[in-house]
């Protein structure tokens, strides 16, 4: 076993021993949720906070606390399912294998709501750093990835509604996620800044794939849906004058000889 697997297996060992400690003790998963949001706010307050003195330590710390509010987001699906307790409108997953061997996907609408509202904390702590230090540029680009960190989760799920799947784009929530931590963590090189227009750019990059992705996918279920319609007007119409052919035929005069 290389050494790459064995940390990987490590890791979820202790993943899976948080997972049981948790189910022990019941507690609700979308409890952990928004414990998860919480310690978001933490680390924005973190950003916040930070000046040009103190600015790389408080950075460090602010990713720190992310990779502790991922804990919570790597553990609340596993919790819910070892506890039986997945729900709609919680969600947790994407999907599950049901007793007919199908795939069915789950809403997660609290969970995505909860998702929603930390990324924009982080973000909006950083909008709080860059106005304190005066840095027009960055805090609109900060405003710039706020956006388009938004409407990467709302295109897909605006998407989904209209044609079922839409997963296409590579910037989810989990690679932003790990920009910001690599910004925050090694911001005393400099590195937020690059992450930021790394951010803005891929961002809205996916954001366009699935604008033109959807707008693909629906020409053709409005080409299937018309073609159907066709189909089915057509074999309305057939019965319909076979029917009156018959009528015409039972209504049909005697020749008079006089």
């Known amino acids: 076993m290389t050494w790459t697997g064995a940390f990987g297996r490590g890791c979820r060992v202790l993943l899976h021993a948080i997972v049981r400690g948790l189910a022990l003790t019941r507690i609700s998963p979308n409890v952990l949720t928004f414990l998860g949001l919480v310690i978001n706010i933490i680390a924005a307050v973190l950003f916040g906070y930070a000046n040009s003195q103190n600015y790389s330590r408080m950075f460090l710390y602010a990713g720190l606390v992310i990779i502790g509010a991922g804990i919570f987001d790597m553990v609340d699906g596993r919790v ?3 506890t039986n307790k997945v729900t709609t409108f919680g969600g947790f997953f994407d999907s599950v294998i049901d007793r007919t061997n199908k795939v069915t ?78 910004g925050a963590l090694f911001a005393r090189w400099g590195a937020m800044a690059p992450v930021l227009w790394v951010l803005a750019v891929l961002s809205t990059i996916t954001v366009v794939h699935r604008i033109i992705y959807t707008a693909q996918q629906t020409r053709i279920l409005d080409e299937r849906l018309a073609a159907e319609a066709a189909a089915a007007a057509t074999q309305e119409v057939v019965p319909a004058e076979r029917a009156a052919k018959q009528g015409n035929q039972g209504t049909r005069q005697i020749p008079s000889f006089n």
Not at 129 to 152: T, W
Request: hydrophobic share 55%; proline share 1%; aromatic share 16%.
């Open 105 to 182: 996907t789950f809403g997660g609408f609290f969970d995505s709501v909860i998702d929603r509202y930390s990324d924009v904390a982080l973000f909006f702590g950083l909008l709080v750093y860059y106005a304190r230090a005066n840095r027009f540029f960055y805090l609109v680009l900060v405003a710039v990835v706020m956006v388009s960190s938004v409407m990467v989760s709302y295109t897909r799920a605006r998407a989904e509604s209209l044609i079922g799947s839409c997963k296409v784009g590579f910037m989810e929530r989990p690679e932003r996620i790990v920009l910001v931590i690599i």
């Open 80 to 82: 819910a399912r070892a």
